[in-house]
């Protein structure tokens, strides 16, 4: 079977396609044959040796895999050989067939397609979780960062749905605005202005966003506290332009900063996180959680979809497919 890896740090092109035994799954884990792969942001950063958790070499990426189960791992109980299923996929998730912890297997209703299912394995969860750690409260007004990203348009549909009152967005190019608009985005801002942070005041009446969602990090964390209402949560949960630091003083405006994880929810409150699951399933497939795909590559042009992202042309979701 063919899989993507890299020897080493650097450029999109560092990716390869090798040919690799099919893996066995080990205990608690089942094989899935692939139907989609998405593709994250935080891979190009691990690519390059970046972020908080670059990997060992040779490494592969990660990625939200969409599939059909080959075969079960000693111990598992929870699905069945032929049940269709999204999971995130740690280590060669870009391939023909991958190794799944069956824990985080999310079982899919008929019909649903694969980029439909593709957020359910974790961006539709980061998006849900960011938005509990933030506790939004209907009526709330919320600034989310990126908005025309992957996690970024379904966490403004998700605000909507647990009744913001407001939803503000910010993108870094006209067509990128037009896109959050198109996902329940009510005004969306250009955070390459200098000028953004007053404009989310200017939208607010001078208060300030109750709540920020924030995976940018970087300068635009920074000047987000300025954005930020008195009692408002910022919540941090990634770093595309570097990892900032939180000035205490900063914070005696009465406002609050927050991180959220993935991994962390699942360490400490699975259950909330499989409960939010299933509200999640239920969005998607009503449609009132809607997934945009910028573009379907075949597993080849690997390089080509971190490229796109790259380029921060792209909006929405980027799959490949074997």
Same mark, same amino acid.
């Given at each position: =079977?063919?899989?993507?890896?890299?020897?080493?740090?650097?450029?999109?092109?560092?990716?390869?396609?090798?040919?690799?035994?099919?893996?066995?799954?080990?205990?608690?884990?089942? @094989?899935?044959?692939?139907? *989609?792969?998405?593709?994250?942001?935080? /891979?190009?950063?691990?690519?390059?040796?970046?972020?908080?958790?670059?990997?060992?070499?040779?490494?592969?990426?990660?990625?939200?895999?969409?599939?059909?189960?080959?075969? +079960?791992?000693?111990?598992?109980?929870?699905?069945?050989?032929? !049940?269709?299923?999204?999971?995130?996929?740690?280590?060669?998730?870009?391939?023909?067939?991958?190794?799944? !912890?069956?824990?985080?297997?999310?079982? %899919?209703?008929?019909?649903? !397609?694969?980029a439909q299912a593709s957020?359910?394995?974790?961006?539709?969860?980061?998006? %849900?979780?960011? &938005?509990?750690?933030?506790?939004?409260?209907?009526? /709330?007004?919320?600034?989310?960062?990126?908005?025309?990203?992957?996690?970024?348009?379904?966490?403004?549909? +998700?605000?909507?749905?647990?009744?913001?009152?407001?939803? &503000?967005?910010?993108?870094?190019?006209?067509?990128?605005?037009?896109?959050?608009?198109?996902?329940?985005?009510?005004?969306?801002?250009?955070?390459?202005?200098?000028? #953004?942070?007053?404009?989310? &005041? /200017?939208?607010?009446?001078?208060?300030?966003?109750?709540?920020?969602?924030?995976?940018?990090?970087?300068?635009?964390? @920074?000047?987000? %506290?300025?954005?930020?209402?008195?009692?408002?949560?910022?919540?941090?949960?990634?770093?595309?332009?570097?990892?900032?630091?939180?000035?205490?003083?900063? @914070?005696?405006? =009465?406002?609050?900063?927050?991180?959220?994880?993935?991994?962390?929810? #699942?360490?400490?409150?699975?259950?909330?996180?499989?409960?939010?699951?299933? /509200?999640?399933?239920?969005?998607?497939?009503?449609?009132?959680?809607?997934?945009?795909?910028h573009a379907t590559l075949?597993?080849?042009?690997?390089?080509? *979809?971190?490229? =796109?992202?790259?380029?921060?042309?792209?909006?929405?979701?980027?799959?490949?497919?074997?």
């Amino acid at each position: =079977m063919r899989t993507v890896r890299y020897a080493s740090y650097g450029d999109p092109d560092v990716l390869r396609i090798e040919e690799v035994p099919t893996p066995a799954p080990g205990p608690n884990q089942v @094989l899935i044959r692939t139907e *989609a792969i998405g593709v994250n942001f935080v /891979e190009t950063q691990r690519r390059r040796g970046q972020g908080p958790f670059p990997p060992a070499l040779p490494a592969s990426p990660n990625g939200d895999v969409v599939g059909t189960v080959e075969a +079960l791992g000693p111990e598992v109980t929870t699905v069945q050989v032929g !049940d269709r299923v999204a999971a995130t996929v740690m280590d060669n998730a870009y391939a023909d067939q991958v190794v799944a !912890d069956a824990t985080f297997l999310v079982p %899919l209703p008929e019909k649903l !397609d694969a980029a439909q299912a593709s957020v359910l394995a974790s961006p539709a969860q980061v998006a %849900l979780c960011v &938005l509990r750690v933030g506790k939004l409260a209907p009526g /709330e007004t919320i600034l989310v960062h990126s908005a025309s990203g992957t996690i970024g348009h379904l966490t403004t549909q +998700l605000a909507k749905i647990l009744g913001a009152g407001k939803v &503000l967005g910010t993108a870094s190019t006209p067509a990128k605005r037009e896109f959050a608009l198109r996902y329940d985005t009510d005004v969306a801002i250009d955070y390459g202005s200098d000028e #953004w942070a007053d404009r989310v &005041l /200017e939208e607010t009446g001078g208060r300030g966003a109750d709540v920020i969602i924030d995976g940018v990090g970087g300068d635009t964390f @920074l000047r987000g %506290l300025d954005a930020l209402a008195p009692w408002g949560r910022l919540v941090f949960y990634g770093a595309a332009q570097g990892m900032p630091s939180v000035p205490a003083m900063r @914070l005696l405006g =009465m406002k609050y900063v927050v991180g959220s994880a993935f991994y962390e929810w #699942w360490r400490h409150e699975p259950d909330a996180l499989r409960k939010g699951l299933n /509200e999640l399933i239920g969005y998607v497939a009503d449609g009132r959680l809607r997934v945009a795909v910028h573009a379907t590559l075949p597993l080849t042009e690997a390089a080509q *979809a971190h490229r =796109m992202i790259e380029d921060r042309a792209h909006t929405g979701r980027l799959l490949l497919v074997p």
